[in-house]
């Protein structure tokens, strides 16, 4: 079965403190994965996809097939960074997303 | 417009009664994704379509679900005879085309609360 998870609920750091979001997951065949973002009151937006192989505010995540783990991080969090992080997977039959249950970020200065 | 718009913003609807989500993908773009987000969990997939075909709806929780994309452009969920455990919030999402190079594009969703 298609699967993404995110095992913490919330990770809470200081600011300047490095950052990992993990999260792992279950496909069979080549996965599409992606890390999206939701800061407060606003629309679930995309962050990076594994892909492109981007940086993107200075976060990135690496796909590793052996472990199964799309881990997202940064090595010096930011407050404007806290958000709800969402680790998905996509279908590659029509495309759609798989995701986890999010996990909430909260930097504090 | 500038991204999806999703209408109404937020719809409070008494047990039984019918209600019905409207969803405006940004111009152009093909393939059109309703998701279901209860309290604290992440998205899950409810019904795809690619222009007006209706590709997916494996994620139709019951038949009381029901989505429609009649000329490709505007689409709308209506949920018939809600309950209580319909309360979530229904984001709309859009893509160019499909597949993993195309990015979607979500709504800010329309939050039903059943009562």
């Known amino acids: 079965a298609q699967r993404v998870t995110q095992p913490e609920k919330l990770l809470s750091v200081f600011k300047g403190a490095p950052v990992e979001l993990k999260c792992n997951y279950s496909y069979s065949g080549s996965p599409e994965l992606f890390w999206y973002v939701q800061y407060s009151r606003q629309r679930l937006q995309l962050l990076l996809r594994?892909?492109s192989r981007e940086s993107i505010k200075g976060f990135t995540a690496d796909l590793n097939k052996g472990e199964t783990s799309f881990h997202l991080k940064k090595p010096f969090a930011q407050e404007e960074d806290s958000a709800m992080y969402y680790c998905a997977l996509m279908d590659n039959q029509g495309g759609k997303l798989i995701f986890g249950q999010g996990t909430e970020l909260s930097v504090k200065p | 417009g500038a991204g999806v718009s999703q209408s109404p913003r937020y719809k409070v609807a008494k047990r039984g009664q019918d209600v019905a989500l409207r969803c405006d993908p940004i111009?152009?773009?093909?393939?059109l994704f309703w998701y279901q987000q209860a309290l604290g969990q992440g998205p899950e997939f409810l019904t795809y379509?690619?222009?007006?075909?209706?590709?997916?709806k494996s994620g139709l929780p019951s038949d009381r679900f029901f989505a429609e994309r009649p000329e490709g452009s505007v689409s709308t969920l209506k949920i018939q005879r809600t309950q209580q455990e319909d309360s979530a919030v229904y984001l709309c999402?859009?893509?160019?085309?499909?597949?993993?190079?195309?990015?979607?594009?979500f709504g800010e969703g329309s939050w039903l609360t059943v009562v």
């Open positions: 594994h892909i």
């Open positions: 379509f690619q222009n007006e075909a209706q590709l997916d």
């Open positions: 999402a859009s893509s160019l085309s499909g597949g993993a190079g195309n990015t979607i594009y």
């Open positions: 111009s152009g773009h093909v393939s």
